[in-house]
Each structure stands twice: as structure tokens, then as C-alpha cells.
T-cell receptor, first 115, second 113 residues
Framework: AQKVTQAQTEISVVEKEDVTLDCVYETRDTTYYLFWYKQPPSGELVFLIRRNSFDEQNEISGRYSWNFQKSTSSFNFTITASQVVDSAVYFCALMGGAGSYQLTFGKGTKLSVIP | KAGVTQTPRYLIKTRGQQVTLSCSPISGHRSVSWYQQTPGQGLQFLFEYFSETQRNKGNFPGRFSGRQFSNSRSEMNVSTLELGDSALYLC????????????FGPGTRLTVL
């Protein structure tokens, strides 16, 4: 069985602060894929990043960065210099590589950025 | 490219009725997945279709069914609605290939009274 845990239910930060959203996963697959999605108040899930289990290189995209550590089964997401527009619920998700084609989501972390 | 579209956006039904939701994927995408989102259970996978075939099914009762047409458009049907079926139903599409990112539509908000 696959499982994704986002231990932080809600986080509040003041604008321009850095914030890290934690994600821990469990899978027996040797090949798997990790994702982050953003769900703003409008409700539509917005794709942010996809990572495969063979690529542990960290990635940076503007103010966003991701830290994938296979040894601790973690795929954390950091927002640098947060902005009010970053306020949303963020979901970490896992897709197994054994023909599952389905996303297993964590419960999400609600981020509130206070001006 | 137009994104994933879902119709209707909002729906109110009563217990015992049935409902059909529609999803049009991004042009060229052949895989369509459905998810249910509720405050209690979060996001849960319903099923996934590729080239009109259901490849995966989540842990939902048989009242939940779906299908995909030759143009990749998909529908999901819920029969004998229960109060607990009230949820946001999200459709996602992905390009041919297997483990690509899924792009989500705006969802259909179903309320069962």
C-alpha cells in the first residue's frame, strides 16, 4: 500500500518569510513518482512539479524549491520570500511505477501568508 | 491549449437519485482519471481510463462507474446517491505515456440532500 503523510495541517507565515512544507511517503515500489499540487481557494488543483525516484537532484523554480531525499522518504517543498498569492492548500502525491497510474495524495497543508 | 473542462460545475441532487458528470480532457490527452475530494477523506482516486479502457479502479462501491469515449471524453455516474457522496469530483487528464503529470479540471461540486 502507498501512503503520503503531510504532518502540517495548517501553517501561517508573514509575507516575505520562507516556509517549508513537509512530505513523507511510503511505497514498496522501486520506481515511483512524486508530485506537488497547489489548490487555491478557487478549487482547481494546479500542477507544480513531478519527480521520479531515480532523480534525487534538488530542483529550484523561481521562489519554489524541492528537496527529495530517498534515504528519509521525504519530498519537501520550500517557498522563499512568501507572497499573499501563495496562500493555498498544497498537496504532495505519489504514483507507483507498477502500472497503477493513480495518485495517492496526502491530506494537504493549508498555507496562509499574512500581509 | 484549452484546459480540462468539467460539466456541470455545480449539482444538487436528492438521496436515491443518480447523477452523470462529464469531463473533456486536454486535446491530445488519452488518459482520464477521476478523484473525489471531501473534507474528511481528502482526495481519493476513483478510476482511470485510457483508450476507452478502465485501467485502474479505486476502493469505491459499484454505485460509482465511468466510461471513456473514442474522443477521450469521459463520464462518471453515481447511482442511488447517498448523503456521503456530497463532494468535489475532480477530473484529470494526462498525455499518452504512463506516469506523466495529471492536469486537473475545476471540478463538479455535488451536493446530495
Amino acid at each position: 500500500a502507498q501512503k503520503v503523510t503531510q504532518a502540517q495541517t495548517e501553517i501561517s507565515v508573514v509575507e516575505k518569510e520562507d516556509v517549508t512544507l513537509d512530505c513523507v511517503y511510503e511505497t514498496r515500489d522501486t520506481t515511483y513518482y512524486l508530485f506537488w499540487y497547489k489548490q487555491p481557494p478557487s478549487g482547481e488543483l494546479v500542477f507544480l512539479i513531478r519527480r521520479n525516484s531515480f532523480d534525487e537532484q534538488n530542483e529550484i523554480s523561481g521562489r519554489y524549491s524541492w528537496n527529495f531525499q530517498k534515504s528519509t522518504s521525504s519530498f519537501n517543498f520550500t517557498i522563499t520570500a512568501s507572497q499573499v498569492v501563495d496562500s493555498a492548500v498544497y498537496f504532495c502525491a505519489l504514483m507507483g511505477g507498477a502500472g497503477s497510474y493513480q495518485l495517492t495524495f496526502g491530506k494537504g497543508t493549508k498555507l496562509s501568508v499574512i500581509p | 491549449k484549452a484546459g480540462v473542462t468539467q460539466t456541470p460545475r455545480y449539482l444538487i441532487k436528492t438521496r436515491g437519485q443518480q447523477v452523470t458528470l462529464s469531463c473533456s480532457p486536454i486535446s491530445g490527452h488519452r488518459s482520464v482519471s477521476w478523484y473525489q475530494q471531501t473534507p474528511g477523506q481528502g482526495l481519493q482516486f476513483l478510476f482511470e481510463y485510457f483508450s476507452e479502457t478502465q485501467r485502474n479502479k479505486g476502493n469505491f462501491p459499484g454505485r460509482f462507474s465511468g466510461r471513456q469515449f473514442s474522443n477521450s471524453r469521459s463520464e462518471m455516474n453515481v447511482s442511488t446517491l447517498e448523503l456521503g457522496d456530497s463532494a468535489l469530483y475532480l477530473c484529470a487528464s494526462s498525455a499518452a505515456g504512463t506516469y506523466n503529470e495529471q492536469f486537473f479540471g475545476p471540478g463538479t461540486r455535488l451536493t446530495v440532500l
